[in-house]
């Protein structure tokens, strides 16, 4: 089978949509079906030249809308080698584009919205007239988009429960669980922790609770920011009695640190009297548009935040692996791509309810799971903080038990192949192939 794979951007930068895709892809070539992606980044842009899968890229795109010209007539040449089509996203104009070329070639075409049905999107009070633009361009053009599709493709339950609600007509053929996994992470290496001490030297030897995600309003780092601040207080007044010692530092590692909402993160952390540091190598990047003060003398045990920028390979799974849990207090979280790899490290993970994976993980022993409010927040950390030692180990125990469980990407890769698959070439299910847990 050769799918072909559509996404606005391959820009790892830009969300967990691009991580997903390439996560997936190299399962699916070891289980026999060919993918290549069709995307609107520009041609020979520095962040897509090291995967080892053809990307047509048919950009530059032009407004938030990410229209090209290019695609539609690449499209139309193309579409005839391949069996299926796999729509990532919606809102922009790869989904009408993808639904018009696909309806005049005959091509079946499949939609993974990866939560951009959420309710959230229409509810949340800052997004009221992006709510009121996305109900007009839902009524005049998406709701076809979803409407003529062969299925709409979910990453767990929770998710495909939750796009019925916002929008009117909403009237899918079908709509498919089909999971979302990840790839056993790397083997633990020294170049790992050389890395993490190489970008931030004061983090050796010292306890730190890890933020790793876009920085940006949806994920609630504020919250986390004045939960950290909340509790350093509570620690520091007796009103918090706990035994361990030193106090963990706050890292706080994704893109983002340059937008206003960085910015204002940043300003917080002053406001709270929270050391704050930027590594050199993320400081020329953001010094010009976060002209704060950075405080550096604290590589002594006690409360600070290190803002380490965008982080990837052994760099990221050395911040995962020695962080001692993964934080992220998500308004809205559809999968969490970095949830799942905390757990595969083993990694504890404290979250929101509003994570879409919560219930698996925390049934599982291996999350502390509260609201996506600073309440809600504050407890995650406070609750955390309290346990022994024992617990945490076994915590981590369960992480990654809970990891293979639930959210192996072969076992998505597998249920993936079968809802796409033509019902004349699926081969018998086998007992263990038959549902992937996600409710």
Sequence with gaps: MNILQIVASMNPNEGGVSKGIRNTIPE???????????????????????????????????????????????????????????????????????RKACLSRGTPYYVMPHGMLDPWFQRDPSRRIKAIRNWFYWKGIEHKTIRDAEAVLFTCETEKLLAR?????????????????????????PREKEELYNRCPALK????????????????????????????????????????????????????????????????????????????????????????????????PGPAAYFLGM???????????????????????????????????????LISDQVNIWREIERDGAAIVGKDNLSGTTSLLRDWHAQSEDTKNRMSRNSQASFRTHFSIEMAAKKFIRSIEPADKRTPRKKEEAAIPCR
């Excluded at 579409?79 to 993808?98: C, E, H, K």
């Excluded at 929008?167 to 992470?185: A, D, L, M, N």
């Excluded at 350093?232 to 937008?259: H, M, Y």
Aim: hydrophobic fraction near 35%; charge should be neutral; include cysteine.
């Design 165 to 189: 609600e916002p929008f009117r007509p909403y009237r899918p053929k079908k709509e498919i669980t089909v999971g979302y996994g990840i790839e056993e992470p790397p083997k633990e290496s």
């Design 311 to 349: 982080v990837d390979g052994p760099l990221k799974w050395g911040c995962l692996r020695n962080a001692e849990a993964f934080v992220l207090p998500s308004h809205q979280e559809n999968f969490g791509i970095a949830v799942v790899e905390a757990l595969a490290c083993g990694t504890p993970v």
């Design 205 to 300: 030897d010292q306890t730190y609770l890890l933020f790793l995600s876009r920085i940006h309003p949806k994920k609630g780092l504020d919250l986390l920011i004045q939960a950290y601040a909340s509790l350093r207080d509570a620690v520091a007044s007796d009103k918090l009695q706990v035994e361990r010692e030193p106090f963990p530092k706050l890292v706080i590692a994704g893109p983002g640190l340059e937008t206003p909402y960085g910015k204002r993160c940043l300003e917080l952390c002053q406001s709270l009297g929270l050391p704050t540091r930027i590594p050199t190598e993320n400081t020329k990047a953001s010094s010009t548009s976060c002209p704060l003060p950075l405080h550096t003398s604290h590589s002594a």
């Design 28 to 98: 699916l070539n070891r289980l026999g079906v060919t993918n290549e992606v069709a995307c609107l980044n520009s041609p020979g842009s520095d962040e897509l030249w090291d995967d080892s899968f053809t990307i047509h890229c048919l950009g530059p795109s032009k407004s938030s809308w990410a229209y090209s010209p290019l695609l539609r007539p690449w499209l139309a040449t193309n579409l005839s080698r391949f069996d299926a089509v796999i729509l990532n996203g919606l809102w922009q104009y790869p989904a009408m584009a993808t």
